[in-house]
């Protein structure tokens, strides 16, 4: 899909059709009042030579008959109606599967209320704060209302394709791509909610079409390629920091508690200065990348 097109919503759009059940007969009854007028038409052939007015008589009702039951005939398959219409003024749906019979002067215009599964194309759309992503989701959709599918949009399908591009659109504005302290919804850390809120999102844009939206779930999702890696090279150095963050974090409460265990056990008596340097060589040996060379001291913290 490469149309973009902000469509109406559907709670603002006017809807002029509503599905009704149409007045259909099972195909099989009449199949039996077709055989009926083929016997009636040959019984009119054999009495056509003791009477021939009326043998022409019954042979032409029971010929009439015919042709007009055999013009009423259509299938229709699971999962697919028909929408029957009388000069152009709709007068119901058939969702019966089967032989079905409608008066022939009544044309009909079939639908698949099927389940449709719809990939769409890799959008290129700028997030939250402006960086450029590319975005593409996958979409289950079907037809409820086969009335507003044929009258109210001019092609169904494709107004449903344009809908998932600009819903995709809308929602990708909404939300940053990725956010490393956690504190916001990201397209990125939120794929459940980015997901729901993108269905309820295209709801609202097919419902003027009579559709329903059964599933949306994003099925890519990275930065554009021409800042790709300079974004990756952000990500890392941001991680790096949260890291360090958290290690001194922790190292500081380790360090704490160590000085307090000694105070509280009488292990040994340190003033400031000895506080100092062993509060220094614990933050070394805790923080540091390296593994720590042990150097024994055989003097004294003074010298």
């Keep these: 899909m490469t149309t973009t097109n902000h469509g109406i919503s559907g709670s603002n759009a006017l809807s002029l059709s509503r599905e009704t059940s149409a007045a259909t007969y099972s195909g099989f009854v009449m199949l039996g009042l077709m055989l009926l007028a083929l016997v009636a038409g040959l019984a009119g052939l054999g009495l ?49 599967s089967g032989l079905r019979w409608r008066w022939p002067w009544l044309t009909r215009t079939k639908i698949s209320t099927r389940v449709h599964n719809v990939t769409s194309e890799r959008l290129k759309v700028n997030d939250l704060r402006g960086n450029p992503i590319e975005i593409a989701t996958n979409v289950v959709w079907r037809v409820t209302d086969s009335a507003q599918a044929l009258f109210d949009v001019d ?9 998932i591009e600009s819903a995709v659109r809308a929602i990708a504005a909404k939300y940053p791509y990725d956010d490393i ?26 419902g003027v079409a009579g559709i329903t939206i059964d599933e949306c779930r994003l099925t890519h ?52 200065e000895r506080r100092a340097a062993m509060v220094s060589n614990l933050m070394v040996v805790l923080c540091s990348e390296r593994d720590t060379q042990p150097i024994i001291n055989t003097g004294t913290l003074y010298q």
């Design 48 to 96: 056509f030579v003791s009477s021939p007015i009326a043998g022409i008589a019954i042979g032409a009702v029971a010929g009439i008959v015919f042709l007009f039951v055999a013009c009423g005939f259509y299938l229709l398959q699971p999962n697919q109606a028909a929408a029957l219409l009388l000069f152009g003024a709709y007068r119901g749906t058939d969702r019966n």
């Design 155 to 163: 092609d169904y399908n494709k107004f449903v394709f344009v809908q």
């Design 181 to 206: 302290e956690h504190q916001e919804t990201t397209l990125r850390g939120h794929a459940e909610v980015v997901s729901h809120e993108l269905k309820e999102e295209l709801q609202e844009r097919v």
């Design 221 to 272: 999702l990275a930065y554009a390629s021409e800042i790709a890696q300079s974004m990756l090279r952000r990500q890392q150095a941001e991680a790096v920091i949260a890291a360090r963050q958290k290690i001194v974090i922790g190292a500081v409460s380790m360090v704490e508690n160590a000085l307090q265990l000694l105070s509280e056990k009488n292990v040994v008596e340190l003033d400031d």
